[in-house]
């Protein structure tokens, strides 16, 4: 297993990846698949956000790829395990080893899943395989009547242990609850029934004891070179978290 590990990380080019990936479409990939880190909870874990509601797929593949996308999600799980852990371990008090992650499946279609089925399938193969001990809590909210059939697709993908993790929920009246009993109101973006409103918008804040402003860092448009989108990049690529992270503000809310 590490060995193949070792060698899926060869391959993949991971480490020349967390060195000089820079995903400047983001801000264009979030209209359509917003996918974002945003604070954490009560129990100091990173809260990870995807949304497949907006999903063009014509238009997501016209501004990046599936090879892109997966390139991303690595990145993220790089910097998850270099700098958010740790931040939220040190804004917490205790070790922190896994993230929780809301999957929102509000106004998406089944034909539209089955579109993107593909993504989804490698992205939950290298989460598992690679990254396996990352996943503490996995709600799966918004989920249509729909979805016990697509449900059934992939529950053979995912081991006993991922499976179990998976909380599927309906809408709004069934998934606040369960969602503010785990994340601060102050924490939750107010379109899943927090308070939370940062400015430009939560999907690209990426705000959390990681980067304790938010804000404008993670933001570039698909033309943008400017240092904006380098800095990004540098901020993803491991640089060592060495101001304290905790925010008192957030923390105490
Ligand atoms: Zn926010």
New binding site residues.
């Given amino acids: 297993m590490l060995l193949a590990a070792e060698k899926w990380r060869k391959e993949f080019g991971v480490d020349e990846l967390v060195r000089s990936f820079e995903f400047t479409e983001i801000a264009e990939v979030d209209k359509y698949y917003p996918q974002y880190y945003?604070?954490m909870d009560k129990s100091g874990r990173p809260v990870y956000i995807e949304r497949i509601g907006n999903l063009n797929m014509k238009a997501l593949y016209a501004c990046t790829s599936q090879e892109r996308l997966l390139q991303h999600l690595v990145v993220e799980y790089e910097s998850f395990l270099s700098q958010r852990l740790t931040a939220c371990s040190a804004a917490i008090g205790h070790p922190v080893e896994t993230s929780l992650t809301i999957l929102d499946l509000g106004g998406v279609s089944l034909s539209n899943f089955i579109r993107v089925k593909d993504y989804v399938f490698a992205a939950t193969h290298i989460g598992q395989n690679y990254y396996p001990e990352c996943m503490g809590a996995f709600y799966i909210i918004n989920a249509p009547w729909a979805f016990a059939a697509v449900w059934a697709a992939i529950k053979p993908w995912l081991d006993e242990v991922t499976a179990s993790k998976v909380n599927i929920v309906g809408g709004p009246s069934a998934y606040r609850p369960l969602l503010l009993a785990q994340i601060d109101k102050a924490c939750l973006?107010k379109d899943f029934g927090g308070e939370?409103?940062?400015e430009g918008g939560?999907s690209l804040?990426d705000?959390g004891p990681w980067n304790p402003q938010g804000g404008k860092l993670k933001v570039a448009t698909p033309a943008d070179d400017s240092p904006t989108a380098s800095a990004l990049t540098e901020k993803i690529a491991g640089v060592t978290v060495t101001e304290s992270p905790v925010n008192g503000q957030v923390l105490s809310a």
């Fill in positions: 945003h604070h973006p939370c409103v940062c939560c804040s705000v």
